[in-house]
């Protein structure tokens, strides 16, 4: 079975530059989590797909960042204009259902602003 | 809002030996679940081990083991037998609050293996 996917791994950008990321959840998995990590810190949520519906944003920038997830299915979280503070590694996850079961975590994209 | 503490940003352990990663959280919740992840240089994040907080029984897996003194919110990760590949930053997890079905994590605990 596939494991959750991202692209691209790397991306250096310069600031007030626009970006996307992209993800593909595991078969099956109907909840989908964008997550932000900084340098040496845990992740931190910045938003939760259930299905095709953005269910829970309240920590998404919206001034900056946007998301989607067409279908159901694969998702594209976007930053527009990008900032210095905004470099980190972005990770998806994805999960059958529910928080008592496991969340799989694709490789994530480490972005750098320069 | 829930909070996870991870007090150790570092450990070292011999090969062979035992470690023991300690971790703190705060929740209102009544049941919920508990996670140690690992995050190797690759950045891929692995679900080590799963606590059920209504389960008095500590969860293991292999030679992973938890002890979970839920009145104290303490929930501790053990490596038995340490290998090379269990290098990696470990995270302790616990769910956000109520109805938000997404994880907290602490700031992760850089483990070294020496040979």
């Known amino acids: 079975e596939a494991g959750v996917v991202q692209s691209p791994r790397y991306k250096i950008i310069e600031k007030k ?37 953005a269910v829970d944003d309240s920590q998404l920038p919206k001034d ?12 594209t979280l976007k930053i527009q204009p990008a900032e210095l503070g905004d470099s980190a590694v972005y990770l998806c996850a994805s999960s059958t259902d529910g928080t008592y079961n496991e969340q799989f975590f694709g490789p994530g994209t480490r972005l750098t602003v320069l | 809002a829930q909070t996870v503490t991870q007090s150790q940003p570092e450990m070292s352990v011999q090969e062979a030996e035992t470690v023991t990663l300690s971790c703190t959280y705060d929740t209102s919740e009544s049941d919920y679940y508990l996670f140690w992840y690992k995050q190797p240089p690759s950045r891929q994040m692995i679900l080590v081990i799963r606590q059920e907080a209504y389960k008095q029984q500590n969860a293991t897996e292999n030679r992973f083991s938890v002890n979970f003194q839920k009145a104290a919110k303490s929930f501790s ?19 956000m609050d109520t109805g938000r079905r997404a994880l907290t994590f602490g700031s992760g605990t850089r483990l070294q293996v020496q040979p």
């Open chain 2, 77 to 95: 990760l053990k490596i038995s037998d340490s290998q090379l590949g269990d290098a990696a930053m470990y995270f302790c997890a616990c769910p």
């Open chain 1, 17 to 53: 530059q626009p970006v996307a990321f992209w993800c593909n959840p595991i078969s099956g998995h109907n909840t989908l989590y964008w997550y932000r990590q900084n340098l040496g810190q845990g992740p931190e949520l910045l938003i939760r797909y259930e299905n095709e519906e």
């Open chain 1, 64 to 75: 900056r960042f946007s998301a989607e997830r067409l279908k159901g299915v694969d998702s």
